[in-house]
């Protein structure tokens, strides 16, 4: 049972235009969303984050929307570099019970951007 | 600052040997994860320390075990490794203060191949 889920397994964009990525989630107890970004050979890193009781979070060129009726969040990236081609994960993680501080991932999209 | 460390990159086992993936973080961090990326999968949680002297189960814990050294070293084994073990395993660390919104430091990753 995927909890978070990638469905577009890759995105192909040009140099300047704007990258979405979306990522949607079953589980209502999620209370915090996460994108990070891997490179070959690398281990994932911290792109931005999203509280549950906001619906926008800014950083630079990279914007997360948050819609918690449908279950679906969205990674904007303005503009797009070439440098931003990488593997995107989506992930979730609920504040209480037993999920407290554990990750769950989406599959991941690979980003393409082209000069 | 290294901060998160795995060794080794890689590493090739027959079935049924054991090994002992070892990770370190220094960035005084409370919270380790080791998790596996497999295609089409994204990162799945096999093992995490909440605090120094506490272990639990994520979503993948069979054929594994771990060992929180001390505040900085947390290890995984595979006491009789399977084929279906091949993976990629990533360790990560977080502050644990924030629990749902702490952003996760990964390291490297360790390939691993089981034949």
């Known amino acids: 049972d995927q909890q978070v889920k990638q469905n577009s397994p890759s995105l192909s964009v040009q140099e300047g235009r704007i990258s979405i990525l979306n990522c949607d989630y079953t589980?209502?107890?999620?209370?915090?969303f996460l994108w990070y970004k891997k490179y070959p050979a690398e281990g994932p890193t911290f792109l931005i984050s999203i509280s549950s009781i906001k619906d926008k979070n800014e950083d630079g060129r990279f914007t997360v929307f948050l819609n918690k009726s449908a279950k679906h969040l969205s990674l904007h990236i303005v503009p797009s570099q070439p440098g931003d081609s990488a593997v995107y994960f989506c992930?979730?993680?609920?504040?209480?019970?037993?999920?407290?501080?554990?990750?769950?991932f989406g599959q991941g999209t690979i980003l393409t951007v082209h000069p | 600052n290294a901060g998160v460390t795995q060794t080794p990159k890689f590493q090739v086992l027959k079935t049924g040997q054991s090994m002992t993936l070892q990770c370190a973080q220094d960035m005084n961090h409370n919270s380790m994860y080791w998790y596996r990326q497999d295609p089409g999968m994204g990162l799945r949680l096999i093992y995490y320390?909440?605090?120094?002297?506490?272990?639990d189960k994520g979503e993948v814990p069979n054929g594994y075990n771990v060992s929180r050294l001390n505040k900085r070293e947390f290890s995984l084994r595979l006491e009789s490794a399977a084929p279906s073990q091949t993976s990629v395993y990533f360790c990560?660390?977080?502050?644990?203060?924030?629990?749902?919104?702490?952003?996760?430091?990964f390291g490297p990753g360790t390939r691993l191949t089981v034949l």
């Open positions: 990560a660390s977080s502050d644990g203060r924030q629990g749902a919104g702490d952003e996760q430091f």
């Open positions: 320390s909440a605090s120094e002297g506490t272990t």
């Open positions: 992930a979730a993680s609920a504040a209480g019970g037993t999920s407290y501080g554990k990750l769950t």
């Open positions: 589980n209502s107890m999620f209370d915090y």
